[in-house]
């Protein structure tokens, strides 16, 4: 079965920074890219990020660019969202995602989320 | 970044009814559209990709059409497990999503 669970979450100043971590079970992590996927406190979803299989391909929303960095550790089966200067407008929760068997980013499995506020 | 809009934002319905959501991008994404359901403290689920293609599992009365930059889903016979968000995805140029667009018991 496949698991995503997230973690590191929690309560942030504005311009500080948090690291999210997605632990994966129950498939080949090295053989799928992963994304990361945002969704504020009843408001819509927000692609943020992707990384192909072997972490040297990541791609960003242009929005985020700069200020986020997704990185990989296949043999911990872990992925990480790396997130600076932080925003009120970025308080989320965020998802892991997997993309599908191609790297298309079709979203069958997700984690449960992972609180981020962003608040003084 | 592909921008992508929806319409309506909150669509009342009964049960029975057939559902029509537009879905609209910035430019043209060929056929790389999906669509996705999502109830309140749920996971998103997967319903259609490639514009029209069914994912395993979920019923015949959701399709999916449209190419370029206009795509509808549509629900033939509204049931009530069908009430929930719904959102299009684009993947043509990395991913973005519409809006959502609410179906509630009217």
């Known amino acids: 079965e496949v698991q995503l669970v997230e973690s590191g979450g929690g309560v942030v100043r504005p311009g500080g920074s948090l690291r999210l971590s997605c632990t994966a079970s129950?498939?080949?992590?090295?053989?799928?890219?992963m994304s990361w996927v945002r969704q504020a406190p009843g408001k819509g979803l927000q692609w943020v990020s992707g990384i192909n299989r072997n972490g040297d391909i990541r791609v960003y929303a242009d929005s985020l660019k700069g200020r986020f960095t997704i990185s990989r550790d296949n043999a911990k089966n872990s992925l990480f969202l790396q997130m600076n200067s932080l925003r009120a407008e970025d308080t989320a929760f965020y998802f892991c995602a997997r993309p599908d068997e191609d790297g298309n980013p079709l979203y069958r499995y997700w984690g449960q989320g992972a609180l981020v506020t962003v608040s003084s | 970044d592909i921008h992508m809009t929806q319409s309506p934002s909150t669509l009342s319905a009964s049960v029975g009814d057939r559902v029509t959501i537009t879905c609209r991008a910035s430019?043209?994404?060929?056929?790389?559209l999906a669509w996705y359901q999502q109830k309140a403290g749920k996971t998103p689920k997967l319903l259609i990709y490639k514009t029209s293609d069914l994912e395993s599992g979920v019923p015949a009365r959701f399709s999916g059409s449209g190419s370029g930059t206009e795509f509808t889903l549509t629900i033939s016979s509204l049931q009530a497990d069908d009430f929930a968000t719904y959102y299009c995805?684009?993947?043509?140029?990395?991913?973005?999503f519409g809006p959502g667009t609410k179906v509630d018991i009217k």
């Open positions: 129950g498939f080949t992590f090295g053989d799928y890219g």
């Open positions: 995805q684009q993947y043509s140029s990395f991913s973005s």
């Open positions: 430019q043209s994404i060929g056929r790389w």
